[in-house]
């Protein structure tokens, strides 16, 4: 029987008929392959699969990657890698955000590497090595300029030093994170530098350590990583982390994501009739308008009243009026055919017309990331070539 879950992952009855999120595993896979080969031959590629896969379905995303090679997952909590892990038996599995110390005995259980930020993690780390016998792999993160997780990078010496001291945690590897390496090219680069510094002593003695600093944006803008490891997110789904995005790497990335939904009613109103929940939108011309069946429940940020824009019939359309629970109103009065049943585009191509995920969250005043997890459970995600 085969194995793999169901490519509609939703609440029953099926919804997909009404609105869906599509992800097209070719894409995926395509841009997998782009970025391996725009990386130096032997960096080993990190897949952020955390937050469900950045809210796609973690179990598609890492059977999909799995097929392309991948070993080395990125997850936020114990309970997404443990997710991982029932997924990929084999595969290293990082925890990019800190365990409590309630969650530290699931970390040798299931073979996760923790992130050491603070002397104290150490002493814990320690600790739950001894209780198993077993030194406990990790790797250790250092703060260049994001100012949340890691040791901040003058202080670094030290905790190096007391993990050296500490033969009962196997450190692996080395990191830190960019505060905008999709925007600000300078303050990446400061960041690297400081990086680099603080790591030079270690890097010496353990030359088989991994270094990994560069995320989407910082593969993008540094093609050229000094790093063996990178851990990418956002760009596997063909998305910009920012506007330093370009180059032929760019030029060979596919969306991965669409978003569309049904008209479900298209009706003629006067000139003056107020739209929606507290009249945000109120008609200047007699017009038609469509009604769509996806809302805010859906995930669709009720920050696209009156901004957001859909395609309908190769026509892009303005949402009006406040987007509400289940329904968001578009003008169709210039898309004449336009009919209840018709598949609108939030996110995606129809004809020539393309509403990026870029676009979508800048009309919505988020950013991508923030789109991709925000899309609830009612909105199914459908997966196909
Ligand atoms: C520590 C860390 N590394 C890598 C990533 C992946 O970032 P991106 O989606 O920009 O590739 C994230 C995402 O937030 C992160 O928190």
């Not at 038996?89 to 990019?96: C, N």
């Not at 050296?164 to 505060?179: A, C, M, R, S, V």
């Not at 395609?311 to 169709?332: K, Y």
Request: hydrophobic content about 35%; charged content about 25%; aromatic content about 6%.
């Amino acid at each position: 029987m085969d194995s793999r879950p169901s490519p509609v992952n939703n609440l029953k009855p099926d919804n997909s008929t009404r609105c869906r999120l599509h992800v097209s595993t070719g894409a995926l896979r395509g841009n997998v392959a782009a970025i391996r080969r725009a990386l130096p031959p032997k960096t080993r590629l990190l897949s952020v699969v955390k937050a469900n896969a950045y809210g796609l379905g973690a179990d598609h995303a890492v059977r999909t990657l799995l097929e392309e090679g991948l070993d080395f997952f990125g997850v936020a909590n114990v309970t997404e890698a443990m997710e991982v892990r029932a997924l990929a038996p084999q595969a290293d599995i990082l925890l990019l955000s800190a365990t409590l110390p309630e969650e530290d005995p699931r970390l040798p259980e299931h073979s996760l590497l923790p992130t050491i930020s603070s002397l104290d993690e150490i002493e814990r780390y320690r600790d739950i090595s001894r209780a198993t016998g077993r030194p406990l792999r990790a790797h250790a993160k250092i703060d260049t300029g994001m100012g949340r997780l890691g040791v901040w990078h003058e202080e670094a010496q030290a905790l190096l030093a007391r993990i050296e001291e500490t033969p009962e945690i196997q450190l692996e590897g080395l990191y830190t994170h960019f505060y905008d390496s999709g925007d600000d090219r300078e303050g990446t680069e400061t960041q690297r530098r400081r990086f680099l510094a603080a790591t030079a002593g270690i890097r010496e003695t353990r030359p088989g350590l991994l270094l990994h600093a560069d995320n989407s944006g910082g593969i993008f803008s540094f093609p050229g990583t000094p790093f063996n490891a990178a851990r990418c997110g956002l760009l596997q789904y063909g998305i910009a982390p920012g506007r330093l995005c370009g180059g032929p790497l760019w030029g060979s990335l596919r969306p991965v994501v669409s978003v569309s939904a049904r008209l479900t009613l298209v009706k003629n109103l006067p000139a003056g009739a107020g739209i929606s929940y507290s009249h945000s939108h109120r008609l200047t011309r007699p017009s038609r308008v469509g009604v769509l069946s996806v809302g805010y429940a859906d995930g669709i940020p009720r920050s696209c009243s009156n901004r957001g824009r859909v395609l309908v019939r190769g026509q892009e359309c303005q949402m009006i009026g406040n987007v509400t629970m289940d329904e968001i109103m578009v003008d169709v009065t210039d898309v004449p055919e336009a009919a209840a049943g018709d598949e609108a585009i939030l996110i995606g191509r129809q004809g020539e017309k393309v509403i990026t995920m870029e676009s979508f969250s800048e009309r919505a005043g988020t950013i991508p990331w923030e789109s991709l997890c925000f899309f609830s459970r009612r909105m199914p995600r459908v997966w196909g070539e």
